[in-house]
């Protein structure tokens, strides 16, 4: 709110605040650089954030009653979904496979936990099974290579799953907790294309995380952390 109107005085809010807030807080970055402005959600729970500071003032008779009542977005209302340009996706996954081709012919760094090779194996095996089965962010993330069934064609998505994954960048431990969007056990098709891959890419492996470290450890703490990396090539390629 501050970045927006300034500091000022309780009794003397801009005049249209309630109608304008929305719409000015639509023109704020989501994080400092990004070109991504922030949500209907986020600029709901500022202004909810706002109206219950609002409230507890004048509960404790700092101030008699609201000063203002922001219009807010509806819970309903977010934000457009990605259109892709024609041939988009194919320049993802080329650019995929040329940064780890070219990271398979750099010599590792024995103090890294990971090689680049290891870190875009990873980018791509992600990449493929969000674009060619459909697995959101949170699935690909929390995707053991147990629940991949190469032989029936199927991937298992857990109901509920909460592991140890191992180390983090700081070498802290911590834990995958997952849990679907239904509550349930869930199962999807595997597309032939997919599956060659999978069967190329995992040969022998039969358990462990699907993104993984070198030593066994869950590649991301997060699954925006796996966001932002889908960002980044997104980005890159236009």
């Known amino acids: 709110y501050l970045s927006i109107y300034g500091d000022h005085f309780i009794d003397e809010f801009p005049a249209n605040v309630e109608k304008e807030f929305k719409l000015k807080m639509a023109m704020i970055p989501a994080r400092p650089g990004s070109s991504k402005m922030l949500s209907p959600r986020s600029i709901r729970k500022h202004g909810i954030a706002l109206h219950q500071f609002f409230n507890h003032l004048a509960d404790h008779g700092w101030i008699s009653g609201r000063p203002v009542k922001f219009k807010l977005p509806s819970l309903s209302e977010s934000p457009a979904p990605r259109k892709w340009k024609e041939g988009s996706q194919d320049k993802v996954t080329g650019r995929i496979v040329k940064l780890l081709q070219e990271a398979k012919n750099k010599p590792g760094k024995k103090s ?40 029936d064609g199927n991937v298992i998505i857990p109901g509920y799953l909460e592991m140890d994954a191992g180390l983090d960048n700081a070498n802290q431990p911590f834990k995958i907790v997952f849990r679907s969007k239904s509550g349930r056990t869930e199962s999807s098709a595997i597309p032939e294309a997919c599956l060659e891959f999978l069967k190329q890419d995992l040969g022998e492996k039969k358990e462990g995380w699907f993104l993984s470290r070198s030593d066994g450890s869950a590649a991301y703490r997060t699954p925006q952390a796996l966001g932002k990396v889908f960002e980044r090539h997104q980005k890159a390629v236009g």
């Open 112 to 151: 890294r936990r990971m090689s680049e090779a290891e870190i875009y194996a990873n980018h791509l095996r992600a990449w493929m099974v969000n674009q060619h089965i459909g697995l959101r962010l949170a699935e690909v993330w929390s995707l053991r290579i147990e629940n991949l069934d190469l032989e």
